[in-house]
């Protein structure tokens, strides 16, 4: 008995000695709680509480989450309900007499078991209304107050902590997670208690009503974490969604301000290869249509003496940087492009390239001298030709082969040809009166030792190609953006018979003047149209500008500005390839100012 006593003793004095460490901690860190909580209070606008967009956007989404979840418990009730009721009735048909509860507790199993099917087969009552919810946890914190309410069970018939912990756990605990208020949760979790208290404390039959009264106080916290954390995680959750629709908007908002300046928009991962295919990445590297570059990396399609100057730039630390470089198309051609780019990381962590990629072979860069030159060549610019003399009057001067326009690089020559009536001159505006607001070329003139003045001309725009066949009356090739004209009859395309009778007019200057310089030979060398390519050495070099030419693309009516030439092809046939700007800016009605001709067709 004294080994027992000492036992007791030593157990009560540990117990004790725990107990005042523990209370002593809680003690310490009060006032730092009431600190908390006051500074906490002190920010709240009492007066004027007027949440923001995205306040009223993230309670927007938590009450659609607490909804759904609702509706989930509402199929969960009814599960367990209709079991229950139907245990009612087959005990009720087989006259056993097994139950435990009194007639009003099964009148209070069946009315919940009716309300449960309004949510699940009606699931806009829960959406209609935003406190909604709130009254659908109070149905349910009702039907747990009744169960444990003197009216449903016998005395003595079941053990009361096993009601109120079944009851707890099938339903207070799991509806305390839609709730929308807390106040909600702590007031119907302290009715509850304070219904088990009272039973406890006033019937006689009851026992342990110490044990009920504390069993029941330790729900009200425990519903009112299971609150809080479902709140937190939802609340976390709206926000992640939320930032992820923010980025995705802010991608596509880049994504359509680099499409407005760019020839082609594209994303690459880590290993700087393509994430997804690209249309127009393979448009500008003359591909074949249809063919998919997924997977291929960035640096294949950048020149080979530039490739790791570029590769450094990209893999540099700087968010943004513009930079130029040159890509080898299909052709192994090797054009100047100037390169915009913007890192950024995705949600998983993984950090992506977006590139905007624009030609800027013929034009001026957007970029300008804030950009990186990656291109490893002692000119920036494409070196120039020799220069080609100009027309004099008289018989042609003999030329270089006759180059397609084309072909020419980011500098242009031209020159105005001037000469008078007799020698069946051009009626179209010379080079150095063009307007500003159109193509505007900028003017240079180089006066070289022989005296020829050469007239360089730079443009300031993108241009458009298109080469003409007057044999067939159609137009044989055309480059982007007009490429739908290629096969179509130069009536369909140009609104007026004076460019056309233009085209005749050049193409017969040319033979002109190449039987003026071969005039003893033509008997052996048969048709002037068929002629070989020896001949074509003749060929007048002179370059026609033209001004505000109406032209129908896709049932659109527009102004093109620019220079054209006769050429030769490697069969021996008179070409007329033009270079032009279009401007459909001008173009408001149906008819054309500056051309003076009617058109069915308006922008």
């Known amino acids: 008995m004294e080994l027992e006593t000492d036992e007791n003793d030593a157990l009560y004095v540990t117990a004790a000695v725990i107990l005042g460490i523990s209370i002593l901690g809680f003690l310490c860190h ?29 309670s927007e989404q938590i009450c659609q989450q607490k909804t759904a979840l609702s509706q989930k418990f509402s199929w969960y009730a009814r599960l367990w309900s209709t079991c229950w009721t139907a245990w009612i009735v087959v005990n009720y048909w087989t006259k056993r007499n097994q139950l435990l509860m009194n007639a009003s507790g099964h009148w209070f199993v069946v009315i919940f078991l009716a309300l449960m099917l309004l949510p699940t087969h009606f699931p806009r009552i829960l959406r209609r209304f935003h406190f909604s919810l709130d009254v659908n946890y109070i149905t349910c914190q009702l039907f747990v107050a009744m169960i444990l309410s003197p009216w449903t069970f016998q005395p003595g018939a079941i053990e009361e902590l096993v009601v109120a912990g079944t009851a707890f756990v099938m339903c207070s605990l799991p509806s305390a997670a839609f ?53 937190t995680l939802m609340l976390q959750e709206a926000e992640s969604k939320i930032r992820e629709r923010d980025s995705r908007i802010q991608m596509n908002a880049a994504d359509a301000l680099l499409q407005l300046t760019c020839d082609a928009v594209l994303e690459l991962d880590t290993e700087l290869r393509l994430v997804e295919d690209n249309p127009n990445l393979t448009t500008m590297l003359l591909g074949r249509p249809g063919a998919s570059l997924k997977g291929r990396k960035f640096s294949d399609f950048i020149s080979s003496r530039d490739q790791r100057r570029a590769t450094e730039l990209l893999q540099q630390d700087a968010r943004a940087i513009a930079f130029h470089t040159r890509l080898v198309d299909s052709y192994s051609s090797k054009f100047r492009t100037e390169v915009f780019q913007v890192k950024y990381t995705k949600m998983n962590g993984q950090k992506c390239h977006l590139l905007g990629l624009r030609d800027f072979t013929d034009v001026k860069p957007l970029a300008g001298d804030t950009a990186t030159d990656a291109i490893r060549d002692s000119v920036a610019q494409a070196p120039v030709q020799p220069p080609l003399p100009a027309p004099l009057p008289g018989p042609a001067p003999p030329a270089q082969s006759a180059l397609a326009l084309a072909a020419l690089p980011g500098l242009r020559r031209g020159w105005s040809h001037s000469s008078d009536a007799s020698n069946n001159s051009y009626d179209m505006i010379p080079i150095s009166e063009h307007s500003a607001d159109s193509w505007a070329p900028e003017d240079s003139q180089r006066t070289l030792n022989s005296g020829i003045v050469e007239n360089r001309v730079k443009l300031s725009h993108k241009e458009a190609f298109l080469e003409i066949n007057l044999d067939k009356e159609v137009i044989s090739a055309a480059s982007a953006p007009f490429a739908a004209l290629s096969g ?62 109406p032209l129908f693309v896709s049932g659109t009516l527009v102004e093109a500005s620019g220079i054209m030439k006769a050429c030769a092809t490697f069969e021996g046939h008179l070409r007329v390839q033009m270079c032009f700007v279009a401007d459909s800016s001008k173009w408001r009605g149906d008819v054309c100012k500056a051309c003076k001709c009617s058109s069915q067709w308006s922008l």
């Open 30 to 58: 009060v006032p730092r709680c009431v600190r908390g909580i006051w500074k906490r209070l002190s920010l709240v606008k009492w007066n004027c509480f007027c949440p923001s967009v995205r306040d009223e956007c993230l």
């Open 179 to 231: 709730a929308l208020n807390s106040v909600v949760v702590v007031t119907c979790q302290t009715f509850i208690w304070l219904l088990v208290a009272c039973r406890a404390w006033t019937e006689e039959a009851m026992q342990y009503p110490i044990l009920l009264t504390l069993f029941g106080f330790w729900h009200i916290p425990i519903a009112l974490l299971v609150f809080q954390l479902t709140d």
């Open 488 to 549: 179509q009859s130069l009536t369909a395309v140009f609104a007026t018979d004076f460019s056309c009778h233009l085209f005749h007019r050049m193409c017969s200057d040319a033979r002109t003047a190449l039987e003026r310089a071969d005039k003893g030979e033509r008997g052996e060398r048969g048709d002037s149209r068929h002629m070989g390519l020896a001949r074509f050495a003749n060929l007048p070099d002179q370059v026609v500008a033209f001004h505000k030419m």
